[in-house]
């Protein structure tokens, strides 16, 4: 079979097939499971986006995650419950501070969105799998590193290395339960490790521009993006596909970034331009439309 073929021919049966399902094709009986799943993932998507706005903001300070509880800023008046619904509190209170009317920054709604939708996303896209906890564990790592990299410039080790095992981790598990091949495993690790020395040799070559923070990320990313098949049969080498599509993307959003920040003024060479969401995104797109992409890039 011709390579283009292979590609197109990806398992229809299988559980992971990204998007294949979500228009047109017929489910059955378990479109109901799906909505059920979708709306308990966009809830609890909600609650856990709302926490990720606390350690995006804790961890770079060094601050601990649990003690003190949420207080405002302006006032140092902690946050009552009521006032600590995701999004709806944010509305309800128009961005501002009950006690001292201080503003309360948009992107914390933002981010909660963001999660939610990235967990209903993933949550039709996977179905219900054993490794879809794994997935969700990696978007919303993939969320923090983003808020992050734009808010202070770096990846925090913290948040990293715990992202890391953890989500290797539960990824091993539920591959494990699913009853996954054993290429798979083999991919995800052939994958975090392709993409962690290719940005270390990047990093060393550019000295500056890419922070060891991107470097040590490329590890759960790889993990991700390669544990998805490329192929109708898993093989080893479409490991280098399934990076290859992430890698190239991540550039592709990163330089596009970059050239349209440097026309528009913001951002000058000499200032290093976070690199980490760019990454983030393209792994998810790689981890969830990899054939699809590989497929619109080779032609
Ligand atoms: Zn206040």
């Known amino acids: 079979m ?17 998007l294949r399902c979500l228009w047109g ?8 499971m799906a909505v059920v799943l979708a709306v308990a993932a966009g809830v609890i998507g909600l609650a856990v986006g709302s926490f990720l706005n606390v350690v995006a903001h804790r961890v770079p300070l060094g601050l601990s995650l649990s003690h003190p509880p949420s207080r405002c800023p302006g ?7 009521r006032d600590n619904i995701p999004v709806l509190s944010w509305l309800l209170l128009r961005g501002r501070c009950r006690a001292c009317g ?7 709604p ?44 770096r990846l925090p080790n913290r948040i990293v290395l715990h992202g890391t095992w953890v989500g290797a981790l539960l990824l091993a598990l539920g591959g494990v ?13 052939a994958g975090g490790g392709a993409w962690f020395l290719l940005m270390l040799v990047i990093a060393l070559a550019a000295r500056g521009g890419f922070g060891f923070g991107d470097v040590k990320a490329a590890v759960l990313l790889g993990l991700f993006v390669a544990y998805q098949p490329l192929l109708a049969e898993p093989a080893w080498f479409d490991v280098l596909g399934s990076v290859a599509v992430a890698v190239f993307l991540s550039f592709f959003i990163g330089g596009g970034v970059a050239i349209g920040l440097m026309l528009l003024r913001r951002a000058d060479r000499k200032r290093e331009i976070a690199f980490g969401p760019a990454m983030v995104v393209a792994s998810l797109a790689a981890a969830v439309w990899g054939d699809q992409l590989l497929s619109a890039w080779l032609g």
């Open 2 to 18: 011709e390579p283009h073929a292979l590609i197109l021919h990806r398992r229809t049966s299988s559980p992971y097939d990204p």
């Open 25 to 32: 094709c017929d489910v059955g009986g378990d479109s109901e």
């Open 75 to 81: 006032c140092e008046q902690a946050i009552r419950p």
């Open 102 to 108: 201080i503003p309360i920054p948009v992107k914390y």
């Open 110 to 153: 933002f981010v909660e969105l963001a999660n939610a939708g990235l967990w209903v996303g993933l949550a039709l896209v996977l179905g219900p799998t054993w490794v879809l906890p794994s997935y969700l564990w990696f978007a919303s790592v993939g969320l923090v590193l983003i808020v992050t990299d734009l808010e202070h410039h």
């Open 177 to 189: 339960l699913d009853g996954a091949e054993v290429v798979r495993f083999l991919r995800a690790t």
